[in-house]
């Protein structure tokens, strides 16, 4: 299939799917006009991708996942590497979480009386 039928079977932009082919996760074949031609299969591995890059994995992690999900193989080496992704993304949770309490605690001196302010309008819970 085309690119553009890829795009609109999946309802992944033209754009990303030259990207994904640019970062080696999507294979093309092309026609002696230089068209790109895409197997049955790459619906699939499309949806794969826009999950992995859903659950935060970055394209090099995918790459690297990518020759087990081919040889539909659960090895140590990938299941480490998702539990390292996990780690990543739970330290930036963390790292969000202070963030949001220390805004928090400014939102909270900035209505208080002893911040000097005025406070205009009524004031709205978040």
């Given at each position: 299939m ?14 990303a799917?030259r ?13 002696p006009?230089?068209?790109?031609h ?5 619906v699939?591995r499309?949806?794969l ?6 659950a ?6 995918i ?5 087990c ?6 090895t140590?080496e990938?299941r ?7 780690g990543?993304i ?9 963030a949001?309490d220390?805004?928090?605690?400014v ?12 406070v ?7």
């Amino acid at each position: 299939m085309r690119i553009g039928d890829l795009a609109d079977r999946t309802g992944v932009s033209v754009r990303a799917l030259r990207y994904y082919e640019e970062q080696e996760l999507l294979a093309a074949e092309r026609s002696p006009s230089g068209q790109r031609h895409y197997a049955d299969g790459a619906v699939e591995r499309v949806q794969l991708i826009q999950t992995l890059y859903a659950a935060g994995l970055s394209s090099r992690s995918i790459l690297d996942l990518l020759p087990c999900v081919d040889a539909k193989a659960n090895t140590p080496e990938s299941r480490a590497l998702l539990r390292s992704e996990r780690g990543r993304i739970s330290a930036q949770i963390e790292r969000l979480e202070r963030a949001r309490d220390r805004l928090d605690a400014v939102i909270a001196h900035s209505e208080s009386p002893a911040s000097g302010c005025a406070v205009f309008g009524e004031l709205v819970a978040g």
